[in-house]
């Protein structure tokens, strides 16, 4: 079945324990991206990537970092989470041009 | 820039009534336009897109929308709701410049359905 995956689905921290989000293709997507969605704010996006070693800051970068090592994984790390991550996120992807599929999202609560 | 403006953010029918979304939307250049819907505890599943053919599409679960580029609007609408099509919906907009990678979402409009 064709799906983006993400794990875990729901994660409890405290301030500045280092985490990462792990997001997960079986498309052969060249394009991947994250998002975080937060009431009456729609979804914005943290970073994307257009290929294997390509990666690019969305609106909302700070305090995330990314990487892009094999084509079907795009994780979301989070240095030292604040409590202002605290946020539902959500990880697509597409081909190049094409509609964007998401994964079934990650509830993160930063304590 | 582009970006999108969902005109409310909670909308209430009752079962078998029409629902409106309505979305409005800004681009400086031909936009594609989409809707994405998002029931409770659950991702985001595409309704419908717009990438600059036919003005009135037709989505899945009875839903379509039309590009009015006059009104800049992308209005969703559906004949007869159902219960099940209570969620939250996402108007979308992006800049086929950049292969429609860059998505711009409104702030969303949830749907109440009524029995």
């Known amino acids: 079945e064709a799906q983006v995956t993400q794990n875990p689905r729901y994660l409890i921290t405290v301030t500045g324990k280092k985490l990462t989000v792990t997001c997960s293709q079986n498309?052969?997507?060249?394009?991947m991206s994250w998002y975080r969605q937060d009431p009456g704010l729609g979804l914005r996006q943290i970073y994307y990537?257009?290929?294997?070693?390509?990666?690019d800051k969305g609106d909302v970068p700070e305090g995330y970092k990314v990487s892009r090592k094999e084509k079907r994984n795009f994780p979301l790390i989070l240095e030292s989470p604040s409590p202002n991550q605290t946020s539902l996120y959500f990880c697509a992807s597409s081909l190049i041009g094409g509609e964007q599929f998401f994964g079934p999202g990650t509830r993160l609560t930063v304590l | 820039a582009q970006s999108v403006t969902q005109l409310d953010s909670h909308v209430s029918v009752s079962e078998g009534t029409p629902v409106l979304l309505r979305c409005n939307y800004s681009s400086s250049y031909s936009p594609s336009l989409f809707w994405y819907v998002q029931h409770p505890n659950k991702g985001l599943q595409l309704l419908l897109k717009y990438t600059s053919a036919a003005t009135l599409v037709k989505g899945i679960n009875g839903f379509e929308a039309e590009f009015k580029k006059s009104e800049t609007s992308f209005h969703l609408t559906k004949p007869s709701a159902h219960m099940s099509d209570a969620a939250e919906y996402f108007c979308?907009?992006?800049?086929?410049?950049?292969?429609?990678?860059?998505?711009?979402f409104g702030a969303g409009t949830r749907l109440t359905v009524k029995p």
């Open positions: 979308v907009v992006s800049d086929r410049r950049y292969n429609n990678n860059d998505m711009r």
């Open positions: 498309m052969n997507h060249e394009y």
């Open positions: 990537s257009m290929n294997v070693e390509v990666t």
